[in-house]
C-alpha cells in the first residue's frame, strides 16, 4: 500500500455493522491483511510492528505480536488459506511468518539472491507481493527500483526478471497467471508476458500526451495502485490511481477506470488512500467479473457501481464525515415520540439524490419492539454491496435524534438509536435566500467574513415538529413540518428593529437626589412591520450615505418548490439601523402551543408570533433591567474599609444613610456603562 492509513483500523460491513480496533503504540497503519473466514485481521505498522487479531469474540483483541528490529516492513502478502505471511522489507528481503504461531519461519528471500546480475545496485524496497493465480508456489516481488522477479519457492530460486527503467509502485495479475501489469512513477502502465521477461508486450500512458513523431509520451504523474480484472463478455477492466498529466494543475485526486475503450477519470474530494474492486467470483483464479470498486479517501469511504453508466456511486450508509459542512451548531434529543423517527426518515428517504447509483438506497426503516410493547427500536436495510458481519440493534430503549447545524446552512437529523449515527433527513436553509451571482452581488453583511448561511442556533418541539433556526447574517427561519410537497409563491418575510443607542448622560453630584433617566432607544419599542413582507426593505439611504433598514441576506423573491419535509414558514431579518449592522442573535426559542418564536442579542429582544406574522414585543436590553438601570450606575472605589461587621455600615451612626457611607469619595463624578 503506498500510502498510510490512520493510527487505528476501522472495520465496515452491511450497515450497521463497524468496529474499531485501538492500537496500543498508537503507530501509523500500512496494510490490513484479513484470514478469510477464520474471523482474524492482522495488521502492520509504521513501527515495524505486525498484530493478529481474534474478531470472533465480542470485542477484537490482540492474539499474537511480532516486532522487526533490524529491517523496516513495507508490504505484506497472505495468500488465500495459506498459513504463510509474506514480509516485505525496506532492505529488498522477504520474511515468511507462520500466522498459526505467529512465529518467523527459516525461510528467508534475500535480495541479492533474487536478483543476482540482473542489476550491479540494490533493487531498493519490496513495493509488492503476490502468489500467481494459477500457481500458488510461485510468487511475483516487485521492488521499487523497476525490477520484478517471479520466485519460485520449491526450488528456492528466482525463475525470471524482468526490468523496466521506471520505479514500481504496484503490480496486479490477470486470472490466468500468464500475464502481469505493473504502475510506474512516470504515470506508464506495463504489461509482461511471464514466459518473455525480455520487455513488455505493451506499455501505455493513459493520461499522457501522444506526440506525433513516434516519440516517448511526456511524463506523468505517479500511478500510485492498479488492479487488472477480466469479465467473461467484454473486454478486462484497469483501475488506477494517480497518473494525471501534470499539466493539470490543482484537479482533485482521481481514480480511473479503463473498460475496452473508454476511459473515466472520476474525481474524489479527498486523497486517496487505498482502493479495492469487488468481484463476483470470489476465486482467484477464473474471470472476476468486477461490479464495484471501494475507495478508501482521507477522511471518507466511496463506492463506485461499475454496472451502470458514468460509474456513480452508491449511497453510503456510514456517516464518515460528519463534518462534511463544518458544524457549527447541534441539538440533541432523547426519549423522542415514536413516530418522529419514522416521519422524519420517511421524507428524507424521498429526497432527490443526484448522482447516486439506481441500485442504492434500496431502503425500509424497521420499527420493531420487545413482547411489552414499550421499547422502539430503529434499523435500516441499505442495498451495499459489503455485506459482511452480522448486525445487532443495540441496547437503547428509547429513540435519540442529534441535530448538526453546518457552516453552509444545512440542518441533518440523525438517528442516534442504534450503533451508528444514521442520517435522517436533511434541510437547505440557503433556498430561501437569492443566490450571488458575481462577487459584487455576494452579501457583504459586515458581521460575518463567510458563511453567511452559518447556522449559530436551532430550537425545535418534538411534539409540533416546528423548527427555528437562527443564522449569522442575524436572520431567523421558521419550518412547519408536512408530508405534503407545495410551492410557495412568496417568501413570508418580517424585518425587525433590534438595534439601540445610548445617549450620553451625566451623572447627579453627589448631594443631589436626582435619579439618572434610563438611556434613550433608537426606534420605539413597537415593531418596525405590522404585517409579512414580500421582499427585503428597499428604503434609500440616509444622508450620510450609510444604510438604513436594509437586512444583511435577500430572500428570494421567485417561486419556491417546497419538498415534503420542513417547509418555510416565515423568515425574520433583523435590518441595519443607523448605519449600523445587526448583532448576531445570541438566544434562541420557540413555543408552538403559542405559535411564539423569541429571540435575542446584545441589543434586545423580539417576540415574534409566527401564526399572524408579526411582531408582539420589542424590548432593548436596558428596558429589560427596568428602573434600575446596570448600564448607568455611580463608581465605587475597589477599597474597601474594614469593619468589623463585614464590610457593612452602621446605620446607627449620625444621621447619615447607609448608602452615603458606603459610597468612595470620588462616587458621582464619573458614570460607568455596563
Not at 501489469?181 to 501505455?204: A, E, R
Not at 469479465?231 to 485526486?253: H, N, Q, W
Not at 442495498?383 to 458481519?389: A, D, L, N, Q
Amino acid at each position: 500500500m503506498p500510502e498510510r492509513l490512520a493510527e487505528n483500523p476501522f472495520r465496515f460491513g452491511r450497515p450497521g455493522v463497524e468496529c474499531y480496533c485501538q492500537h496500543e503504540s498508537g503507530s501509523a497503519v500500512i496494510q490490513l491483511q484479513f484470514l478469510i473466514n477464520e474471523g482474524a485481521l492482522v495488521s502492520a505498522l509504521a513501527d515495524d510492528s505486525i498484530h493478529m487479531w481474534n474478531l470472533r469474540q465480542k470485542r477484537p483483541a490482540v492474539l499474537h505480536s511480532l516486532k522487526f528490529n533490524k529491517e523496516r516492513i513495507t508490504f505484506c502478502h497472505l495468500p488465500f488459506q495459506s498459513k504463510w505471511l509474506y514480509i516485505g522489507s525496506e532492505r529488498g528481503n522477504i520474511h515468511i511468518v507462520n500466522v498459526e504461531s505467529f512465529t518467523l519461519s527459516g525461510y528467508t528471500i534475500m535480495w541479492n539472491k533474487a536478483i543476482e546480475l540482473s542489476s550491479k545496485a540494490h533493487p531498493g524496497p519490496v513495493v509488492h507481493i503476490s502468489d500467481n493465480p494459477m500457481d500458488e508456489g510461485k510468487l511475483i516481488i516487485g521492488f521499487e527500483s523497476g525490477i520484478v522477479v517471479l520466485w519460485d519457492l520449491k526450488s528456492k530460486r528466482a525463475e525470471s526478471r524482468y526490468t523496466y527503467d521506471e520505479a514500481i509502485h504496484s503490480v496486479a495479475w490477470h486470472h490466468e497467471g500468464k500475464q502481469f501489469i505493473c504502475s510506474h512513477s512516470d504515470g506508464t502502465l506495463t504489461i509482461w508476458n511471464i514466459k518473455s521477461p525480455v520487455k513488455p508486450i505493451q506499455t501505455i500512458t493513459p493520461h499522457g500526451k501522444q506526440p506525433k513523431d513516434g516519440k516517448k509520451p511526456e511524463p506523468c504523474k505517479p500511478i500510485l495502485k492498479v488492479e487488472y480484472k477480466t469479465t467473461r463478455a467484454g473486454e478486462p477492466f484497469m483501475i488506477f490511481s494517480g497518473g494525471l498529466s501534470y499539466d493539470t494543475v490543482g484537479r482533485r485526486p482521481c481514480l480511473t477506470v479503463m473498460h475496452g475503450k473508454s476511459t473515466a477519470v472520476l474525481e474524489m474530494d479527498y486523497p486517496i488512500v487505498d482502493f479495492l474492486t469487488l468481484c463476483e467470483t470470489p476465486y482467484p483464479n477464473d474471470f472476476q467479473e468486477p461490479y464495484a470498486v471501494v475507495v478508501l479517501l482521507e477522511k471518507d469511504l466511496v463506492v463506485i457501481d461499475l454496472a451502470q453508466n458514468g460509474y456513480p456511486i452508491f449511497e453510503n450508509p456510514y456517516p464518515m464525515m460528519i463534518h462534511e459542512s463544518p458544524v457549527t451548531s447541534c441539538e440533541y434529543l432523547a426519549d423522542c415520540p415514536v413516530d418522529l423517527i419514522p416521519a422524519l426518515y420517511s421524507v428524507g428517504s424521498r429526497q432527490k439524490r443526484q448522482g447516486y447509483s439506481k441500485k442504492a438506497p434500496v431502503v425500509q426503516h424497521i420499527v420493531s419492539s420487545d413482547c411489552v410493547g414499550q421499547r422502539h427500536r430503529q434499523g435500516y436495510l441499505w442495498e451495499w454491496p459489503i455485506g459482511g458481519g452480522n448486525w445487532g440493534l443495540g441496547t437503547q430503549s428509547y429513540p435519540e435524534i442529534i441535530i448538526t447545524g453546518h457552516a453552509d446552512g444545512s440542518v441533518k437529523f440523525w438517528d442516534a438509536s442504534a450503533i451508528m449515527l444514521q442520517v435522517l433527513y436533511k434541510l437547505k436553509t440557503a433556498k430561501v435566500f437569492e443566490k450571488a451571482r458575481c462577487k459584487e452581488e455576494k452579501p457583504s453583511t459586515e458581521i460575518v467574513d463567510e458563511d453567511p448561511f452559518a447556522i449559530q442556533l436551532m430550537s425545535w418541539c418534538p411534539e409540533s415538529r416546528m423548527l427555528c433556526v437562527a443564522g449569522v447574517s442575524a436572520h431567523v427561519i421558521i419550518y412547519r413540518f408536512s408530508k405534503q410537497e407545495i410551492t410557495t409563491e412568496v417568501v413570508q418575510l418580517l424585518e425587525v428593529r433590534l438595534q439601540y443607542e445610548l445617549n450620553d448622560l451625566e451623572s447627579p453630584d453627589v448631594g443631589g437626589d436626582q435619579t439618572p433617566a434610563p438611556p434613550t432607544p433608537s426606534t420605539s419599542p413597537s415593531p418596525l412591520t405590522t404585517g409579512p413582507q414580500t421582499h427585503p426593505s428597499t428604503s434609500s439611504n440616509s444622508s450620510d450615505g450609510m444604510r438604513d433598514n436594509i437586512p444583511c441576506l435577500k430572500v428570494r423573491s421567485s417561486p419556491l418548490k417546497q419538498s415534503p419535509g420542513y417547509q418555510v414558514e416565515l423568515v425574520v431579518q433583523l435590518v441595519w439601523v443607523s448605519g449600523e449592522p445587526p448583532q448576531q442573535i445570541s438566544s434562541l426559542a420557540i413555543n408552538s402551543c403559542y405559535g411564539l418564536v423569541v429571540f435575542g442579542n446584545s441589543n434586545g429582544l423580539a417576540v415574534v408570533d409566527y401564526l399572524q406574522k408579526t411582531v408582539l414585543l420589542n424590548l432593548g436590553t436596558v428596558e429589560l433591567y427596568g428602573s434600575n438601570d446596570p448600564y448607568q450606575r455611580q463608581l465605587r472605589s475597589p477599597r474597601k474599609s474594614r469593619q468589623p461587621s463585614g464590610g457593612l455600615c452602621d446605620i446607627n451612626e449620625g444621621s447619615a444613610t447607609s448608602e452615603d457611607r458606603c459610597k468612595s469619595p470620588t462616587s458621582g463624578k464619573t458614570s460607568l456603562r455596563a
